[in-house]
Structure formats: structure tokens, C-alpha cells
């Protein structure tokens, strides 16, 4: 139970990587604010863990409004306590070309993806610095470190939540602060099941060779697991990861592997 009597706060922990984050800082003792903008949603993630011993709390905000992120922050701080730990995990993908992305998609993205992350981890850092403890950990992506065909306003989002990391890590690192991004690639959640449904209408090609597709991408031809990236955070969350600061920690079966 290393995380006992410290707080946390999860970002789209409703579903999929956010969930499973929770229940981990959760099990290992931590307070978790589950926080999405679906009340069924976080209120099932909360209740799940509170049933299983732990303690948590659903936050439902709309990160993608900028007002949410700070006011998130602000009630999660007055109901439960100061910020221990901020897992920036909420966000969004689409893919189109270039000269097929809308501003409003491209906006859209960006919203939730960096404003969002900028706003919440703006919000929590004071008090992290004042007090000379707290852990920021981005969930960013492999699409972080590398371009691909159809992926730019993510890409680009990505690749701004990862330079956004590494000057906060900068900032902070003479005190007690840390900020890293993880950066896992295909994880097996409800985001690459809308990728192969768009793969599936796009060329007609049959689902399960769709997802083949997305598997083979890694060299461990698998797609990854939210329990793998949920104990990446864990660790940096950890004393034993305040050595860890202003890294991008890759997850994907070693496909980039510079």
C-alpha cells in the first residue's frame, strides 16, 4: 500500500487506460478522483473500487471546455485534499488527411489533448511545488515521437503534450516535482476499436485482418494492455521512480527503438 494517504486525480478514468490506472493508484492505496465527462461512466470505475476495498471518488468534467480543467482541480483539492498525483490521461483521436482535417477537428483535438492537459497540470503544479512533492504524468503516445500518414492533428497534439512535459520537468526538478509522459502504442481499449472500424469502412477490409494489421505494427505483434501502462504509472508515481523526470516512456514491443 505505497501510495497510501496520497491523492490522485485521473483524467478519463472512465474507461479504458484512465480506468485501469485508477483501480491500480487505488489498490496501492491511494485516494483516486475518477474523473470523465460520462457520470455512468466514472460513477461504475468509483463504485468498482470503493466494493473492492479502496476509495475513490467520480468527478464528472468536460476537459474539453477550458473553464472544466481548473474548476476539476479546484474540487477534487476541497473534497478529498491537496493533489498528490495529476495522471493527465483524457483524450481524443480521428484521422484524415492533411488537406482533409476541418480547423473545428483540428481544434476539437487540441482541446482536450494539450489545452486540457496545460490547464489541469497549471491548476496542480502550486501546490505540488509549495509543498516539494507531486507526480504529473502525461499519458501521451508513441504518436509522440514519430509522424505517420493520417495522424497529424494527433501527432501533433501528442507531440505537444510531450514538449509541454519535458519544460515542466525543467521547472520543477530542483523540487520534488516530477513530470514524464508515457507513450504507449496500440493498447487494446475502445480507441483502437474505433481504429479498426474506420480501417473497416476505409478499404472494406474484414475486421479481424484489420486488427491483424494493427498488431503487426509491433514487433511483439500484440497490442498492448492498459494493466502494462497502468504499472508504468505506478512507478512514476512511486519514490522509487523520483528519479524519473522529464522522460518519454515508451511502451510498444521495442518498434522505436531510438
Known amino acids: 500500500m ?3 494517504g496520497r ?6 478514468g472512465g474507461r ?3 480506468a485501469e490506472i485508477a483501480r491500480s493508484l487505488a489498490r496501492e492505496g491511494a485516494v483516486v478522483a475518477v474523473s470523465a465527462r460520462t457520470p455512468s461512466e466514472v460513477e461504475a470505475v468509483a463504485d468498482e473500487i470503493v466494493k473492492s476495498g479502496g476509495q475513490a471518488r467520480p468527478f464528472i468534467a468536460d476537459l474539453s471546455q477550458a473553464d472544466q480543467g481548473p474548476a476539476l482541480v479546484a474540487r477534487v483539492a476541497s473534497t478529498l485534499g491537496p493533489l498528490d498525483f495529476l495522471i493527465n490521461n483524457a483524450g481524443i483521436a480521428s484521422s484524415a488527411p492533411v488537406a482533409k482535417i476541418s480547423l473545428e477537428e483540428w481544434n476539437r483535438i487540441f482541446a482536450v489533448n494539450v489545452t486540457a492537459t496545460f490547464l489541469c497540470t497549471q491548476a496542480a503544479l502550486p501546490a505540488m511545488v ?12 508513441v504518436a509522440a515521437r514519430v509522424g505517420a500518414r493520417y495522424i497529424a492533428a494527433y501527432a501533433a497534439s501528442k507531440h505537444a503534450v510531450l514538449g509541454f512535459t519535458r519544460c515542466v520537468a525543467a521547472e520543477v526538478a530542483a523540487s520534488g516535482v516530477t513530470a514524464n509522459a508515457v507513450c504507449p502504442g496500440f493498447v487494446d481499449t475502445e480507441m483502437v476499436a474505433q481504429s479498426v472500424s474506420r480501417i473497416v ?3 472494406g477490409m474484414p475486421s479481424d485482418q484489420a486488427l491483424e494489421t494493427i498488431k503487426n505494427q509491433s ?19 512511486s519514490e522509487e521512480g523520483r528519479g524519473i523526470n522529464g522522460q518519454a516512456l515508451v511502451l ?3 518498434g522505436l527503438l531510438a
Open 2 to 4: 505505497k501510495f497510501t
Open 7 to 12: 491523492v490522485a486525480l485521473v483524467t478519463g
Open 16 to 18: 479504458g487506460i484512465g
Open 130 to 141: 509549495q509543498r516539494g512533492s507531486g507526480r504529473i504524468v502525461n499519458i501521451a503516445s
Open 201 to 203: 469502412a476505409k478499404t
Open 219 to 237: 514487433p511483439q505483434k500484440r497490442l498492448l494492455t492498459s494493466t502494462e501502462v497502468a504499472a508504468m504509472v505506478s512507478l512514476l508515481c
Open 252 to 254: 510498444d514491443g521495442g
